[in-house]
């Protein structure tokens, strides 16, 4: 993968006659590096440098004089990486529709994010060049401070967004699901077991169902019966029907084990209203 060019039409002007040339740091360099898209990890040596090399040549071609000029730079070389990434995961093939109109959006962002730093660049240049302020032992001071400095603690998230994003997931149970959800779980397990990308996040926290502690399918164990080929009910007779689902019972109604907890509590429930009926009426 390389880094597509910027456009050369770009109108940021040539650096003025009287700016020498500017050496930029190299902390500026790798973060400007931080920003663009980066390859795959099994990439081979070549397209790791190949992009690298992409990016200094677009910042050679901008050819900041000073260290306005150098961060303006970098701004139009990071929003031009993102545009032209969020670009491409928009019109990916496994892209759903909603998650690439947000691509595209913040694609149109970062085009205008672009111009901005353009035009700025621009007006950088028109300036003349100052005399290099000498800052002494300052720099090693200032240095050794903030390092000495505690950490700044991370600020709390800021609007529902935010705070839904952090939000501890919420545990539903399995018989709460819809249809809807559904659907959105039996893809989710089909993308992970064929290792294709996750679906994108929707909003608010992850939900997660699970079976209740007691739950009847917790200790539900198939029986190896089932496992056998069904020839159809049709084609065999009564005693072929009880032998092969494994009924035993030859009274008036089906078993009781055969239903589930709560039919079993249900059919209970009915038997001691009929047996009080009959006790108090004789029916």
């Given at each position: 993968?390389?880094?597509?060019?910027?456009?050369?039409?770009?109108?940021?002007?040539?650096p003025?006659?009287?700016?020498?040339?500017?050496?930029?740091?190299?902390?500026?360099?790798?973060?400007?590096?931080?920003?663009?898209?980066?390859?795959?990890?099994?990439?081979?040596?070549?397209?790791?440098?190949?992009?690298?090399?992409?990016?200094?040549?677009?910042?050679?071609?901008?050819?900041?004089?000073?260290?306005?000029?150098?961060?303006?730079?970098?701004?139009?070389?990071?929003?031009?990486?993102?545009?032209?990434?969020?670009?491409?995961?928009?019109?990916?093939?496994?892209?759903?529709?909603?998650?690439?109109?947000?691509?595209?959006?913040?694609?149109?962002?970062?085009?205008?994010?672009?111009?901005?730093?353009?035009?700025?660049?621009?007006?950088?240049?028109?300036?003349?060049?100052?005399?290099?302020?000498?800052?002494g032992?300052?720099?090693?001071?200032?240095?050794?401070?903030?390092?000495?400095?505690?950490?700044?603690?991370?600020?709390?998230?800021?609007?529902?967004?935010?705070?839904?994003?952090?939000?501890?997931?919420?545990?539903r149970?399995?018989?709460?699901?819809?249809?809807?959800?559904?659907?959105?779980?039996?893809?989710?397990?089909?993308?992970?077991?064929?290792g294709?990308?996750?679906?994108?996040?929707?909003?608010g926290?992850?939900v997660?169902?699970?079976?209740?502690?007691?739950?009847?399918?917790?200790?539900?164990?198939?029986?190896?019966?089932?496992?056998?080929?069904?020839?159809?009910?049709?084609?065999?007779?009564?005693?072929q029907?009880?032998?092969?689902?494994?009924?035993?019972?030859t009274?008036?109604?089906?078993?009781?084990?055969?239903?589930?907890?709560?039919?079993?509590i249900a059919?209970?429930?009915?038997?001691?209203?009929?047996?009080?009926?009959?006790?108090?009426?004789?029916?």
């Open positions: 993968m390389s880094l597509p060019k910027l456009a050369p039409n770009l109108d940021v002007l040539s003025i006659r009287d700016k020498p040339p500017y050496a930029i740091p190299d902390h500026i360099l790798r973060a400007m590096l931080l920003t663009l898209a980066r390859p795959a990890a099994d990439a081979p040596e070549a397209t790791w440098t190949a992009i690298v090399q992409g990016a200094l040549d677009e910042l050679d071609t901008l050819d900041p004089r000073d260290a306005m000029e150098a961060m303006f730079a970098v701004q139009i070389i990071a929003a031009n990486a993102g545009m032209v990434d969020a670009l491409r995961i928009a019109f990916e093939a496994d892209t759903d529709a909603k998650h690439a109109l947000r691509q595209r959006a913040s694609a149109s962002a970062l085009a205008r994010a672009l111009a901005v730093a353009a035009r700025l660049l621009r007006e950088q240049r028109g300036r003349p060049a100052g005399e290099a302020r000498d800052w032992d300052a720099v090693a001071g200032l240095a050794s401070g903030w390092r000495a400095a505690a950490p700044r603690p991370a600020e709390a998230p800021r609007g529902a967004k935010a705070a839904a994003v952090d939000a501890e997931p919420i545990v149970w399995i018989d709460e699901l819809n249809d809807a959800d559904l659907a959105v779980a039996v893809e989710e397990d089909r993308k992970e077991k064929a294709e990308p996750p679906l994108p996040a929707g909003p926290p992850k997660i169902y699970r079976y209740k502690p007691d739950d009847y399918a917790r200790g539900w164990k198939p029986d190896p019966r089932a496992w056998r080929v069904y020839p159809g009910w049709e084609n065999m007779t009564l005693h029907r009880r032998e092969f689902f494994g009924y035993t019972y009274g008036p109604l089906g078993p009781i084990e055969a239903l589930s907890p709560a039919g079993q059919m209970l429930a009915d038997q001691a209203e009929e047996a009080a009926l009959v006790a108090e009426y004789g029916m």
